[in-house]
């Protein structure tokens, strides 16, 4: 007999959606899992044709999809409780008995825990399926259970073969897996969460995930890794140990594809491993980190030195000094992945560095401050290099460090260092020599295409790339401009329709600041500096006019500096300095934090906090002491004024009883 038809087949196919519950969705996990499968539609990694479908590229931390209908929807806890919700997430469960969260868990069709994370979701993970699991026969709809384990429940694990330890474990050998001792509890969890699973599977099915290290997006267990890189502090990035170690990783987003997967699938194979096909060793990450977002050096470190670092937690302490050789057999043969990064993070590094940094913020600011000689350039850039913890670029600098560089490069010939170092030493050597001899014809000045040179490897180093820069009255003119900021050969520059002319986009400053002020100002500023800040500089009355004849020529045609960065519609913001009443020009200042926004890094150190509390104090003490001193004349005028109206009122009545005396 035919079925009878219901009402919601009449409904226009309209994709189902499910609810997916996620522990601790602000967490670094749960967020980019939850977040992952909120934009997936039901059912959709068993579509043929949808991988491959995007690039790499496409998938990035910048993507985002176009939002669609039957997609997953998330329900979770929170790690933190006084953080928002996320707004891919529908509904946050807050609760305090664990039987309120019980009866969330029985409105969803999937449960995802991670138990990776915070150790102390390892008992309500296992409360949570075993709670379930009681409550079997009561289901309205089929329900699945994922744990999100570690492969660090396979650390100790024996070699499949002893005389061949290169062999890699997959899920077949998941019964000869044996725990790092601090992930006891991980395993047990795993095997309880099988064994639920086997009771009845039409109801309710379970599965464990062994999941590589993770990486990608903000970071996690690799963050302080890429965080000493970036911030360049430290003179290396330290390697535990030999670093020989094989360490098992994936991308988070591959690993949320692979939970995407199992959602859509209900596969047979209940515990999986996911883990990319890298198999690198602890030093090829670190030293491939160190390459592309730092100086590139590291130095290896003793376990014990490397326990007392207070930036690292035991957990991925022990995460990081794993070696194991894993293969994810299940997830190549039987899943659909649009990998980001199938062969792991070293090979995929550049992508990697351009997520952690968007996801973080940590993108560079780029200024350059223009304007005549005295106008204050150098005392404003410092002052804003300090503010956003940005690298200051002044010309005495720049030159000095190259030419010490030089040296230090020649000097490596003399030593018979390396051959490959020596035709390096030799060109180190005859540069210095070209600048010697420039320095000799043009009156001990240095040639503007040495300079030039110099500014480009400066303002293209690491540092620079990675924090952002403050020019500093260079370049001057428009030449020098166009030279510094053209784009190599090989490179891609910003080009906007043939319209605006090429220039590279990694040095170019975001806000160009011109700071005016008339030239009787000027002088008169420069005449009222101490004797001792004039000494030895260009600062005297007639280096003064020297110079400013100087700037007023160069700036007087078309082809100004300022015309330079108005062709590329990167337009200066000009701050008349003459009108600035405050100490240390601080309103130009603050004037320029207003055009270049909130500083885009890690934000103060708590030292950096200590001192900004003190500072506030000090102020705020500093404040209340003038107000009470206010107060305080305030209420002497006062008392002042009450008495010498009551001398006056007593007058009055003397002279009103004198007269009345006399009257009588």
């Known amino acids: 007999p035919q079925r009878p038809l219901k009402m919601a087949d009449a409904i226009d196919d309209k994709p189902q959606t499910k609810r997916i519950f996620v522990n601790h969705v602000d967490s670094y996990l749960g967020k980019n899992i939850s977040k992952f499968l909120s934009e997936c539609v039901v059912g959709s990694s068993l579509e043929e044709g949808e991988e491959g479908s995007e690039g790499e590229e496409d998938r990035g931390s910048d993507y985002i999809p176009p939002s669609k209908e039957g997609t997953y929807t998330i329900i979770g806890t929170l790690q933190n409780p006084a953080n928002a919700k996320p707004d891919w997430v529908k509904e946050v469960v807050q609760y305090t008995a664990k039987e309120e969260l019980a009866d969330h868990l029985m409105e969803c069709d999937i449960i995802i825990y991670d138990i990776t994370e915070d150790p102390d979701q390892i008992d309500e993970g296992t409360w949570a399926c075993s709670a379930l699991h009681a409550e079997l026969e009561h289901f309205d709809n089929p329900k699945m259970f994922i744990l999100l384990s570690s492969v660090m429940t396979w650390a100790k694990s024996k070699p499949l073969d002893p005389d061949d330890p290169e062999i890699p474990f997959t899920e077949d050998d998941y019964r000869r897996r044996k725990p790092h001792p601090n992930f006891k509890n991980h395993i047990s969890a795993e095997k309880l969460v099988i064994k639920n699973g086997k009771t009845n599977k039409g109801k309710f099915v379970t599965y464990v995930v062994a999941s590589g290290l993770t990486f990608g997006m903000g970071e996690s267990i690799f963050h302080f890794l890429f965080k000493a890189a970036w911030e360049g502090k430290s003179p290396a990035l330290q390697v535990f140990g030999t670093g ?5 990783t994936i991308h988070i987003k591959d690993l949320a594809a692979v939970l995407q997967n199992i959602c859509d699938q209900r596969p047979k194979t209940r515990y999986i491993v996911a883990v990319d096909d890298s198999q690198s060793t602890l030093e090829e990450i670190v030293r491939h980190i160190s390459t592309h977002l730092g100086d590139g050096k590291v130095k290896h470190v003793t376990k014990e030195e490397a326990l007392l670092s207070k930036d690292l937690a035991q957990a991925d302490f022990d995460q990081l000094l794993v070696n194991l050789r894993m293969e994810a057999m299940f997830v190549k043969e039987s899943m659909r992945i649009m990998w980001i990064a199938e062969t792991g993070m070293c090979e995929n590094i550049d992508t990697v560095i351009r997520e952690y940094k968007q996801s973080r913020g940590l993108l560079p600011m780029r200024a350059c401050i223009m304007g005549p000689p005295a106008v204050g350039k150098t005392t404003i850039a410092k002052k804003l290099c300090e503010h956003y913890k940005l690298h200051h670029i002044r010309i005495k600098d720049v030159i000095d460090e190259a030419v010490e560089n ?36 043009n009156n001990d000045r240095i040639e503007d295409q040495y300079i030039i040179r110099f500014y480009r490897e400066k303002l ?28 190599d050969d090989e490179e891609e520059g910003e080009e906007e329709g043939g319209k605006v002319p090429s220039y590279h986009k990694g040095t170019m400053p975001e806000v160009v600041i011109s700071l005016d002020a008339p030239d009787d100002f000027l002088k008169v500023r420069v005449m009222n500096l101490p004797e001792g800040q004039v000494a030895g500089t260009h600062n005297t009355e007639e280096g003064l006019t020297r110079r400013l004849t100087e700037f007023r020529n160069i700036n007087r045609e078309d082809e100004t500096i300022l015309n330079y960065f108005d062709e590329l519609e990167i337009h200066p913001e000009h701050i008349d300095v003459s009108k600035d009443e405050s100490d240390d020009m601080q309103q130009a200042v603050d004037k320029i934090i207003k055009i270049m926004g909130e500083p885009r890094n890690y934000g103060p150190t708590p030292e950096e906090l200590e001192e900004m509390e003190r500072k506030a104090t000090e102020e705020r003490l500093k404040r209340e002491a003038q107000e009470q001193e206010e107060r305080e004349r305030k209420e002497a005028e006062e008392a002042a004024e009450r008495a010498r109206r009551q001398e006056e009122w007593a007058e009055r009545l003397e002279e009103v009883r004198r007269q009345e005396q006399e009257v009588l």
Not at 244 to 248: A, G, L, Q, R
Not at 413 to 434: F, W
């Open 460 to 487: 293209r180093s690491m540092p620079c790339q990675n924090q952002g820069f403050i020019l500093d009255g260079f370049p001057k003119t428009y030449e020098q401009a166009k030279e510094l900021f053209a784009v």
């Open 406 to 441: 030089l040296k230090r490069l020649s000097a490596r010939a003399d030593e018979g260092e390396e051959e490959e170092d020596d035709g390096k030493a030799q060109e180190a050597q005859e540069l210095l020599d070209a600048i010697q001899e420039s320095r000799e014809n």
């Open 244 to 248: 020989t170690n094989i360490v098992p």
